[in-house]
């Protein structure tokens, strides 16, 4: 398992693409993420899984809220190690 950090842009600012932080998490742990942690409402996530890339990190939690909530958010995922050496 790897580690990963997940950058939530635009959610729960100015009244507009509104998501519970209770609600990401559950929706990250609907995709078999694991240990799922969110920071404040500004979106950020850590969470352990065992995909390979961020790619595919980022196309699938992007699909489950668009589908679950009705937008698609703009986000970046970093594992631990590349965050460290940003």
Not at 18 to 23: E, S, V
Request: hydrophobic residues 40%; proline residues 2%.
């Amino acid at each position: 398992m790897v580690t990963w950090i997940a950058l939530f842009r635009g959610i729960n600012v100015g009244g507009n693409n509104i998501l519970p932080m209770a609600k990401l998490k559950s929706d990250l742990e609907s995709l078999k993420l694991k240990n799922v942690r969110t920071y404040i409402q500004s979106g950020n996530a850590i969470f352990d899984s065992s995909a390979k890339t961020a790619s595919s990190l980022t196309k699938n939690i992007a699909r489950r809220i668009e589908e679950q909530h009705g937008f698609r958010p703009h986000l970046l995922i970093f594992n631990r190690k590349d965050l460290l050496t940003a």
